[in-house]
Each structure stands twice: as C-alpha cells, then as structure tokens.
C-alpha cells in the first residue's frame, strides 16, 4: 500500500468513526432550522463543534456565516489553498416528515438538505483535522449563509472568504434525492442555470367595474402579458436551446367591483447561456412594452440577475472522480447525465476560483421512492454524511499531500 493508499483507509475509517457524531449534529440543526440570513444558532452551533475538534476560525462581519480555517503541517513545493463549502440556511415550509428529530419552528424547516450539506463540511473539517501531519496547505471551510435567497455567497465573497490566502480550488456537496445513499455524482461542464427575477407592474387610472371604458384595465393587460411571456420560449428559442421563464405570482386588486390601478406579476428566468439569457430579457422588455401600449397602460419592468450558470471545471469533474475511486466502489461514482434548469449561488465562487466542483451526493436510501427537495416531506439519510465528509476529505488530501 503507498502513502494515499493508507491514507484513504483512514479517511474512511475515521469517517464511519464520525458516523454518530454527523448524524447528531445534523439532527440537532433539523430540528432548529434558520431561514436566510437569520442563522445565529446555527453558526454557533458550528463554531462550537470546530472548536471542540480545535479547528480555527476567522471572525466575519456578518452576524451568521462561519469562515473555519486548517493549515496542513507538512511542506509542500507550492501554496495550496482548498475551500470547502456548506450551506447553512433552511426554508419557510411546514415540515411533515413526523420524525422524532422534527424542526421546533411551525413554518421553518430544513427542506434542502442544508443541515446535511453543513454537516458533511464539519466532517471532512474534523478528519483532515485529524490527518494534518499529512498534508500542507490551507484549508478553507466556508459555512455560508443565505443560500435560498441567492444572496449568500456574494456576502461571504464581500467579506473576503476567498483572499488572505487566495483560495485556488473550491468544491462543495449537496444532496440529492435523485441519488441513492452512498452514490455521488457530479456532472462535467455547464451544470446549472442563472437565475434571474423579473416584476412587471402594470398600471392603469382605475374604475368602477360596470364602467370599464371609463379607463385602462390593468388585470386583463397582465393577463395578456402572462400568455405572451408562455410563448417567448417556446416560439422563440430554438427547441435545442435550453431556457425556462416561469410566472410565479400575480396580484392585484381590492374589491370585485373596482378595476385595479395596479397588477404585479413576478417570476424567474433560468437559462444555460448568455445569449438565451439576453434573448428572453430583451423579449420581456418587447412584451410588456408591446401589450401596456396595445391595451392603453402604464407599464413597468425591472430584471434583477441573481446568479450566473454554474460551470463544473475539467479538473474540479477529475479531482472528485479521482476521490471517489480511492475511498468508494467504482459503481457509487457516476458522472451526471445531464444539466438542471435550478440554480445555485455556489456559482459566484466558481466565477472568482479558477477551479472546481458541485458534487452531488445521494440520500435517498436504497428501495425508497425519492422525495423532492423543498417538499416538506424530505428527508437526508444519515448515513450519506459519512459519504460525503470522506469524499470532500479526499478531495482535499488528493491536492495537499505531498
Ligand atoms: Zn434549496
Ligand atoms: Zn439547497
């Protein structure tokens, strides 16, 4: 056996020895989810189990987020510094798993996976804590908040998780439900969508609802405006392009007899390429400018971009397939059919690191029927956080060990 060969023995080793201490952990932040951006308890929570395991941490800004900090002790030709990522955020959903371990806030609830995605990070943490007379380098562990509103990594990114050393390789492990337990995948290339929010307004004088001549109409105007949307894809794109505009919201009025001065419509758009992405924002523009003058009213747009597509690198794709053959079967490997039209702010971070990866890992345990991320019956099998705390371990060791 050579020197990594012994190595990934421990990495699992020491992984299954976590088993119980992941699981806890994960149970204790299901049942006390944070929504985004409010995740105080979490990131003591995370804090405390770094210190315990005498990793370093570096103080934020922001009030939640965690940025931890291992220095490998061996000497290596060239600084290397490899971040890890997790999300830490939970959802507004009702959960209705009935498990023992249940989230405590009526409308709160770890529907993503996040406290498993967390807690995968803190795994690796405390192995490759254990294994730092191996490796040289630093070690980056970004606990990031605010994941489901988009907004979280441009915060961390704000507060310089990526300098002061500069991190050069970034990877990070959600689950999914897609997977069964104990398999990862990873998909080569362009992997998720941007997404970007739109609201229309759309405005008229108002009137009483016998009389509607006497002004504009404003509902039957974004009604319109609606249907016209549902065309741009699928009459303006070609079917080999991929791109989805969804109208998520719409409202407006008071009363069933007065006409509304104001409808609102909001929904997203999410596409693999820059020039779908201008193509659907400049036929947004077209239609709601087109049907408010058609139909006599005010009209207003605003497009926010949210995030960019999320690029797997060659090596980033290389690197988890070379940690997972050392530490799993060949058949728990699997390279991704094909892209997802979600998206992931895990992009930011790829867009400033010049490579990496978005693993996905399997918690769906064998024979069950997989439950749907954001449905308030999801469930993370526990067993999956040995998995992917080893993998990102490896991962790690594979670049830093000299
Ligand atoms: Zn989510
Ligand atoms: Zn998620």
New binding site residues.
Partial sequence: MNKMQKLSVQVNALAKELANTLAAFRRDLHRHPELSFQEKRTSQAIRNLLSQSGIDFIPLEAETGVLGVIEGHATLDSSLVTALRG?IDALPIKEMTGLEYSSVHPQVMHA???DG?TTMVLGAAIILSRLRASFGGVVKLIFQPG??TLRGAKSMIAQGVLDNPRVDRIYAC?GWPGLTTGQIGVYPGRYMASAGRFEISVTSSGSHGAYPHQASDATLTACEIVQRLNCVVSRELSALDSAVLSVCTINGGEAFNIMPEKVIITGTIRCLNKDVEACLKAAIERVVEGVTKTNRCGGNLIIEDLVPSLCNSTSGVEAVQLAASRIMPSEAFALLPQPCMGS?DFSHYLQKVPEGAFIRVGVTPEGQHPIP?HSGKFNFDDQSLVTGSALLAQIVLDRHVP
């Fill in positions: 999300d993503c996976g996040h995605n994941e489901e959600h992931e991320l």
